[in-house]
């Protein structure tokens, strides 16, 4: 079955940067795009952008460009998502999805991502 | 970026009961659009997309209709694992965008 494994929590310092992953199984990776969205604490969610592991081509919501980067692995199946110069506003769960045609079917569990000194 | 205005934001309903949240797009989005359940704690899961398919697995007490700007999602004979939040997305344009949620409660 279709999983998404995301890597662990982060506790950053402000104006650091953090890279998470998002190992994908069940299914061909090359074959659909990752999107990746963010949910601060207790709101709705936002859309930060999507890798098609197959070119490496993205798409981004033009908020996260520059404060996102997108990467893969087509040997290990994985999904790469880098942010850069932290802040408290950053402080969220960032997930992962398996997206077909903007649809996300498939989630991760989510990586815990806390800013602070 | 389309703005999807979700209503209302929380929600108290009794078990057995019909219960309907509306998600309004500031364009059209020719039914591009998904539900989502998110249970505390959870990611979110797909319920409906293409405005009205039911996603492999999910009850068919959901169910989801509209067309242009105006989309709604149904649960018939409310259950108390369905006590959860509940987002539309938009998927016909970048960036796809959701709405702010709507928090469902047992009364």
């Known amino acids: 079955q279709v999983k998404l494994l995301q890597s662990g929590a982060a506790l950053v310092k402000p104006g650091a940067s953090v890279k998470m992953s998002c190992k994908a199984s069940?299914?061909?990776?090359?074959?659909?795009?990752v999107s990746w969205v963010k949910q601060s604490h207790g709101k709705s969610l936002e859309w930060i952008g999507e890798?098609?592991?197959?070119?490496?081509?993205?798409n981004f919501n033009e908020k996260f460009k520059g404060k996102a980067t997108l990467t893969v692995d087509k040997s290990t199946s994985t999904a790469y998502m880098e942010l850069s110069r932290l802040t408290s506003e950053d402080s969220a769960i960032y997930y992962c999805?398996?997206?077909?045609?903007?649809?996300?079917?498939?989630w991760g569990q989510g990586t815990l991502v806390t800013v602070s000194s | 970026d389309i703005q999807m205005t979700q209503s209302p934001a929380s929600l108290s309903a009794s078990l057995g009961e019909t219960v309907t949240i509306e998600c309004r797009a500031s364009?059209?989005?020719?039914?591009?659009l998904a539900w989502y359940q998110q249970k505390p704690g959870k990611s979110p899961q797909l319920l409906i997309y293409?405005?009205?398919s039911l996603h492999t697995g999910v009850p068919s007490r959901f169910s989801g209709s509209g067309s242009g700007t105006q989309y709604s999602l149904k649960i018939n004979s409310l259950q108390s694992e369905d006590v959860a939040s509940y987002f539309c997305?938009?998927?016909?344009?970048?960036?796809?965008?959701f709405g702010a949620g709507t928090k469902l409660e047992l009364k």
């Open positions: 364009e059209d989005i020719y039914n591009g």
């Open positions: 890798i098609y592991p197959n070119s490496g081509a993205t």
């Open positions: 997305q938009q998927y016909y344009d970048y960036p796809y965008t």
């Open positions: 293409n405005a009205n």
């Open positions: 069940g299914y061909t990776f090359t074959d659909y795009w």
């Open positions: 999805t398996r997206a077909l045609f903007g649809v996300f079917a498939y």
